[in-house]
């Protein structure tokens, strides 16, 4: 008995130590995907999809990843204060907002370094944009998005000064698609560009919980040129400027989770124009041996369309395994794809989009890409 009752103090003991230890918070994660942040273009543009080595092609992804190491890559989603509490101006020090400070649990200063040839993101001022915001770990909270002043130079260290005071774009608790833990899930929501805006600016984005003080920070390089989000400066190619056309892309109808693997390869080539009233941008998601994911986005001009149809030819050997948001056939090299029912309507100057699978080399761009209508 004696020996019972012992065992039952040590038990009660070790349960009562368990009880009194500091709960571990929660953590939330995740980067601005459109307008994409520095960490996640170049964990684009870096990530060999072969082998996971960080092998970065960019010259200031490279720049960074020779100052903070791989790990500021492979942890894209995690540039974080956890004692932010949404805090901005004069929070984190001048110079060093790209990377949340020094306080967080990953070395990021490589991204705050000042040049002029980070990926960039193509837009237009005044314009509508879907934005996406990665959701790593999801929670409640509020996004802001700050652009930089007039004047902005991309070559000098970014300061609180630089960026206009108060928040071009503010949202709470938007809708998510997709699931947390995976590079495709994510927030998403409209937004309006500030206007009057030319030529090289930086948008500033924080994420500040609202069940706890973790605060996430974010840079994203853009140019306003009568872009309609085209990306530029990833990987070895995809680096076309796109064509100089005001778009104000409202939000498609929900798509599906990409079925295909998830390691980002680069590619974005600018839309090509078609007929009918709409055009077609193509641009490669990922790719592995053997094979890649593609992204085609249809935009319609300044009047509605009810109905599309977009066709290309692949350059060399590759064919179409598989088609998502729409409805394919094909023969040889030769593709054409159609809507579904429920993204048939594309508002004026909105867009909306479908994914493939496809078999063969990568194809950072196709021949004869063209969008119809009816």
């Given at each position: 008995?004696?020996?019972?009752?012992?065992?039952?103090?040590?038990?009660?003991t070790a349960a009562a130590g368990l009880l009194a230890?500091?709960?571990?918070?929660?953590?939330?994660?995740?980067?601005?995907?459109?307008?994409?942040?520095?960490?996640?273009?170049?964990?684009?543009?870096?990530?060999?999809?072969?082998?996971?080595?960080?092998?970065?092609?960019?010259?200031?992804?490279?720049?960074?990843?020779?100052?903070?190491?791989?790990?500021?890559?492979?942890?894209?989603?995690?540039?974080?204060?956890?004692?932010?509490?949404?805090?901005?101006?004069?929070?984190?020090?001048?110079?060093?907002?790209?990377?949340?400070?020094?306080?967080?649990?990953?070395?990021?200063?490589?991204?705050?370094?000042?040049?002029?040839?980070?990926?960039?993101?193509?837009?237009?001022?005044?314009?509508?944009?879907?934005?996406?915001?990665?959701?790593?770990?999801?929670?409640?909270?509020?996004?802001?998005?700050?652009?930089?002043?007039?004047?902005?130079?991309?070559?000098?260290?970014?300061?609180?000064?630089?960026?206009?005071?108060?928040?071009?774009?503010?949202?709470t608790n938007p809708p998510a698609n997709g699931g947390?833990?995976?590079?495709?899930?994510?927030?998403?929501?409209?937004?309006?560009?500030?206007?009057?805006?030319?030529?090289?600016?930086?948008?500033?984005?924080?994420?500040?919980?609202?069940?706890?003080?973790?605060?996430?920070?974010?840079?994203?390089?853009?140019?306003?040129?009568?872009?309609?989000?085209?990306?530029?400066?990833?990987?070895?190619?995809?680096?076309?400027?796109?064509?100089?056309?005001?778009?104000?892309?409202?939000?498609s109808s929900p798509q599906p989770s990409n079925p295909?693997?998830?390691?980002?390869?680069?590619?974005?080539?600018?839309?090509?124009?078609?007929?009918?009233?709409?055009?077609?941008?193509?641009?490669?998601?990922?790719?592995?041996?053997?094979?890649?994911?593609?992204?085609?986005?249809?935009?319609?001009?300044?009047?509605?369309?009810?109905?599309?149809?977009?066709?290309?030819?692949?350059?060399?050997?590759?064919?179409?395994?598989?088609?998502?948001?729409?409805?394919?056939?094909?023969?040889?090299?030769?593709?054409?794809?159609?809507?579904?029912?429920?993204?048939?309507?594309?508002?004026?100057?909105?867009?909306?989009?479908?994914?493939?699978?496809?078999?063969?080399?990568?194809?950072?761009?196709?021949?004869?890409?063209?969008?119809?209508?009816?």
């Open positions: 008995m004696r020996l019972l009752r012992m065992a039952a103090v040590v038990l009660f230890l500091p709960s571990t918070p929660a953590s939330a994660h995740g980067a601005i995907q459109v307008p994409g942040s520095r960490t996640w273009f170049c964990y684009q543009d870096g990530r060999n999809p072969q082998t996971g080595a960080i092998e970065p092609k960019n010259p200031a992804c490279a720049a960074a990843v020779a100052q903070s190491g791989v790990t500021s890559l492979y942890n894209w989603f995690a540039v974080l204060r956890s004692d932010g509490a949404g805090r901005v101006n004069g929070f984190l020090p001048d110079g060093q907002l790209c990377s949340g400070g020094t306080g967080g649990p990953y070395n990021f200063t490589g991204f705050n370094l000042a040049r002029n040839d980070w990926p960039t993101t193509h837009l237009t001022a005044g314009a509508n944009i879907q934005v996406k915001y990665n959701n790593w770990a999801k929670h409640p909270g509020t996004f802001s998005l700050y652009i930089t002043k007039d004047g902005y130079n991309p070559t000098k260290p970014l300061a609180w000064t630089d960026l206009e005071p108060t928040p071009f774009d503010q949202v947390p833990g995976t590079d495709d899930g994510h927030y998403y929501w409209t937004g309006r560009l500030p206007a009057g805006k030319t030529g090289k600016h930086l948008i500033y984005s924080v994420w500040s919980r609202s069940d706890s003080t973790e605060t996430f920070y974010g840079c994203s390089d853009v140019v306003f040129d009568g872009g309609n989000g085209e990306v530029t400066g990833i990987g070895n190619g995809g680096t076309q400027s796109p064509s100089p056309r005001p778009s104000s892309p409202q939000p295909g693997p998830s390691s980002p390869a680069p590619s974005s080539p600018g839309p090509n124009p078609g007929t009918g009233g709409c055009s077609a941008m193509y641009s490669v998601k990922s790719a592995w041996s053997g094979g890649f994911q593609g992204e085609v986005m249809v935009h319609a001009g300044a009047t509605p369309v009810n109905g599309w149809n977009i066709s290309w030819t692949f350059p060399g050997n590759q064919t179409l395994a598989q088609v998502w948001s729409g409805k394919s056939t094909s023969s040889g090299s030769l593709v054409s794809v159609t809507n579904e029912t429920w993204n048939a309507s594309v508002p004026a100057n909105g867009y909306v989009t479908f994914g493939f699978l496809a078999s063969g080399a990568t194809a950072p761009s196709v021949n004869n890409l063209t969008c119809t209508t009816g």
